[in-house]
T-cell receptor, first 113, second 116 residues
Framework: AQSVSQHNHHVILSEAASLELGCNYSYGGTVNLFWYVQYPGQHLQLLLKYFSGDPLVKGIKGFEAEFIKSKFSFNLRKPSVQWSDTAEYFCAVNFYYGQNFVFGPGTRLSVLP | DGGITQSPKYLFRKEGQNVTLSCEQNLNHDAMYWYRQDPGQGLRLIYYSQIVNDFQKGDIAEGYSVSREKKESFPLTVTSAQKNPTAFYLC???????????????FGDGTRLSIL
């Protein structure tokens, strides 16, 4: 079965530190990739998505992600985090011809002021 | 504003009771989904529907049932057969996925269900 893994359960950073959250999936075919964010008390929001083309995609709030097909990875990055980035981050994959999504377990990010 | 409304926000159930969670969307989306969110496990798909009067089981459908009589509504019933129903339930919708599967999902605020 297809699966999605996220490297870290909980990441703690100080403001202005750089962020990289790992995401890997297990499937050799064509995929569509997403990162969602869930701020405390809020619903999940789409950060960015990759379907095709340039493997480096930019999203909202200064986030970007790079798709590396050979590594089955879609890591999320931000050069300088802010306290307001404190949230839970979910990687999701929709497999080509798939009708639903597979989500990773999530990574909780805590940014210390 | 268009969006997804889940109600109630908090729900308490006695053991042995069925309970129904509401999900309504005014985004004119064809597809709707129910997920269960547990700490450390991310979102797991319960049921999904790509079109009115049709729905499919997800990864953890046992103990749950759904209906899709209207495009804008996709209620989820947690039955007494669900052994561990305490969780956070999220409803989502999207434009029909089609062959590409590249339509992002929009999420509601969730319903937290607790067993008394």
């Amino acid at each position: 079965a297809q699966s999605v893994s996220q490297h870290n359960h909980h990441v703690i950073l100080s403001e202005a530190a750089s962020l990289e959250l790992g995401c890997n999936y297990s499937y050799g075919g064509t995929v569509n990739l997403f990162w969602y964010v869930q701020y405390p008390g809020q619903h999940l929001q789409l950060l960015l998505k990759y379907f095709s083309g340039d493997p480096l995609v930019k999203g909202i709030k200064g986030f970007e992600a790079e798709f590396i097909k050979s590594k089955f990875s879609f890591n999320l990055r931000k050069p300088s985090v802010q306290w307001s980035d404190t949230a839970e981050y979910f990687c999701a994959v929709n497999f080509y011809y798939g009708q639903n999504f597979v989500f990773g377990p999530g990574t909780r990010l805590s940014v210390l002021p | 504003d268009g969006g997804i409304t889940q109600s109630p926000k908090y729900l308490f159930r006695k053991e042995g009771q069925n309970v129904t969670l509401s999900c309504e969307q005014n985004l004119n989306h064809d597809a709707m989904y129910w997920y269960r969110q547990d700490p450390g496990q991310g979102l797991r798909l319960i049921y999904y529907s790509q079109i009115v009067n049709d729905f499919q089981k997800g990864d953890i459908a046992e103990g749950y049932s759904v209906s899709r009589e209207k495009k804008e509504s996709f209620p989820l019933t947690v039955t007494s057969a669900q052994k561990n129903p305490t969780a956070f339930y999220l409803c989502a919708s999207s434009i029909a996925q089609g062959a590409n599967g590249n339509q992002p999902q929009h999420f509601g605020d969730g319903t937290r269900l607790s067993i008394l």
